[in-house]
Nanobody, 123 residues
């Protein structure tokens, strides 16, 4: 499975970005995957920030709830992350992967990652 992320950039606090993740080489399995957006800030561990199940159920960590929205398009093998009201602490490299387990206690399903997309919130 391959993941290709895009849409990052540098924005001011309060700004917005929309990230995209295209998934390929999945053997037509994409619709069956629970998917997640992860982020890793400098010096910190990678964390799951948003999750969408194969059924469309969503989960967010508290720090992004009501600001971020995850969505999926099974016809395009794609997930997106709309990020509003961005804060300095949202600065990180954002990556996507399939998710195994419940969102609050999950692990990435695949060991391979895409290159990620850098989000920098700066004034």
């Amino acid at each position: 499975v391959r993941f290709v992320e895009s849409g990052g950039g540098e924005v001011q606090p309060g700004g917005s970005l929309r990230l995209s993740c295209i998934v390929s080489d999945h053997g037509h399995m994409f619709p069956a995957y629970d998917m997640g957006w992860y982020r890793q800030a400098p010096g910190k561990q990678r964390e799951l920030v948003a999750y969408i199940s194969q059924y469309g159920n969503t989960y967010y960590i508290d720090s992004v709830k009501d600001r971020f929205t995850i969505s999926r398009d099974n016809n395009k093998d794609k997930i997106e992350l709309l990020m509003n009201s961005l804060k300095y602490e949202d600065t990180a490299v954002y990556s996507c992967n399939a998710v195994a387990g419940s969102p609050a206690d999950s692990v990435p399903l695949f060991g391979s990652w895409g290159q990620g997309t850098q989000v920098t919130v700066s004034s």
